[in-house]
């Protein structure tokens, strides 16, 4: 539903890892793989499973290592401020991390998030993912008009 919406409004397709990314019997790292290179912008929805989850945190590693710009979306589970969403991703993903991407987060500069979108807070009422959907719009939009 948002996926269509952020698509009609930037004018751009969207590749999601969940309900659309991939088909059963597809290898998932591969497909995760080529979704992050072909994307101009990653939109990172943060929850405390995603901190935790050793795939979620494949992604993570391999948009930041491929330089892709992120937009932070804290979804309601999210413990702690916005703020210092990265240094919470930092502390917590090192430790579910597996062996090759935990080097990758030790070694990433991580005073890089600051050029990432400034996050932003969702719920699920309709409202908020309305506004979720307008901000994460026009942060593509502001991101392809630069043209990096």
């Given at each position: 539903r948002g996926r269509g919406r952020v698509e009609?409004?930037?004018?751009?397709?969207?590749?999601?890892?969940?309900?659309?990314?991939m088909g059963g019997?597809?290898?998932h790292f591969k497909a995760m793989r080529d979704g992050i290179q072909k994307a101009?912008?990653?939109?990172?929805?943060?929850?405390?499973?995603?901190?935790?989850?050793?795939?979620?945190?494949?992604?993570?590693?391999?948009?930041?290592r491929s330089l892709k710009h992120v937009i932070p979306v804290l979804l309601e589970d999210w413990q702690g401020?916005?703020?210092?969403?990265s240094d919470r991703c930092r502390s917590?993903?090192?430790?579910?991390?597996?062996?090759?991407?935990r080097i990758a987060l030790n070694s990433f500069d991580w005073s890089r998030c600051q050029s990432f979108a400034p996050p932003i807070r969702m719920d699920r009422s309709e409202q908020s993912m309305r506004v979720v959907e307008?901000?994460?719009?026009?942060?593509?939009?502001?991101?392809?008009?630069r043209g990096s």
């Open positions: 009609l409004a930037t004018d751009m397709l969207c590749w999601q890892d969940i309900s659309g990314g019997g597809d290898d101009k912008v990653v939109v990172v929805f943060l929850s405390e499973r995603y901190l935790h989850s050793a795939n979620c945190i494949t992604e993570f590693v391999h948009a930041i401020s916005s703020k210092k969403w917590c993903m090192r430790g579910a991390a597996r062996e090759p991407d307008q901000y994460i719009s026009a942060c593509i939009l502001r991101r392809l008009h």
